[in-house]
């Protein structure tokens, strides 16, 4: 079992930035592979990033490459998500996820944990 706890949401203007954090508790976020999905109003919940047990491999959906980052502290069990360069689409409730399987998918069933989300809403 792990307990995943986010942090950093919040209101930002357009261009803006931002940086979520979730904090793993139970078992070392060296043990999962870790994403990060966005669930707008009205829509499906999505894939944003991922990385993998060790850090050393990164994935994105196309909207935000160049603009995100996803990185792990596998010491303070910590997984980051840098938002630069926000657009008012970007806008939504951000949840952290981890999964056993070090395969980087992109769908919520292949995780099986999830944290309780933190709001980002970017003004235009």
């Known amino acids: 079992q792990v307990q995943l706890v986010e942090s950093g949401g919040g209101l930002v203007q357009t261009g803006g930035s931002l940086r979520l954090s979730c904090a793993a508790s139970g078992r070392t976020s060296s043990s999962f592979f870790m994403g990060w999905f966005r669930q707008a109003p009205g829509k499906e919940r999505i894939f944003v990033a991922g990385?993998?047990?060790?850090?050393?491999?990164?994935y994105y959906t196309d909207s935000v490459k160049s603009r995100f980052t996803i990185s792990k502290d596998n010491a303070k069990n910590t997984v980051y998500l840098q938002m630069n360069s926000l657009k008012p689409e970007d806008t939504a409730v951000y949840y952290c996820?981890?999964?056993?399987?070090?395969?980087?998918?992109?769908?919520?069933?292949?995780?099986?944990?999830w944290g309780q989300g933190t709001q980002v809403t970017v003004s235009s």
């Open positions: 996820a981890a999964k056993n399987s070090d395969r980087p998918e992109t769908t919520t069933r292949d995780y099986g944990y």
């Open positions: 990385i993998s047990r060790t850090g050393g491999f990164t």
